[in-house]
């Protein structure tokens, strides 16, 4: 199955480590440039049998394309078992998707992927609509404390999870952020690289289906996350 050419996507190859700075670049022009980047075009894999390149597509290839709207989740053939994935969060217990039951959303993000914010605000959306379905953000390669910055004036729309080493993104084959999966008890049933449509009704249809419930999904009015700030000052940026 090819990688739908969602709308902007930030390559792993060029994320900062913990240790460097806002992608690892400057202010300014080259601040600029990571943006620029992360509306290029998706040309990188997901590992085994959740996406391919698409045709005539180069691994390296970073030419920009026309905006494109979000995209839908694609389903995933023969929904393998997914990675194992236990992550301590930015705040309150750690998450063992091997602990989780029905559908749980993993979203790969990272605060300085410009398409991973305009993202975020409707995945929160998705959550608070559907409180049957777990949401949880994994942050790839950065210090808890800029995390925990990010998020102080809006609540995240699940636990974030912090994958400091990458070795998550790596074991979900993850290559561009942001990169969504739809696991059902245990198996990757839906995934897309870039942005996803949150708000589409087929969005919502897709997984209710895999809830076993043939509509849209009870909506509820309000969905908070707290954020309690716990990290102490050796953990802040210079």
Known sequence: MSAPAGRGSQRVSSF?????????????????????ACRALLAAVLAGPVAALPAGASPDASATVPHQAPQPLRPVDGRPLAPALRLEALDGPAFDLAEAHGVTVVHFFATWCAP??????????FAARTPQVKVVLVDVAEVPARVRRFFADQAPPGP??????RATARAFGVSLLPASFVIAEGRIALAAEGEVAWDSPETDTAIAALNGSGGRPQVRSTHTVSNKASNTESQEEP
């Open 16 to 36: 900062p480590s913990k240790d460097q700075g806002m992608g690892g670049c400057a202010p300014g022009v080259a601040r600029a440039a990571v943006n620029a």
């Open 116 to 125: 991973c914010r305009t993202e975020l605000p409707a995945l929160a959306r």
């Open 160 to 165: 974030v999870l912090m994958d400091l080493d």
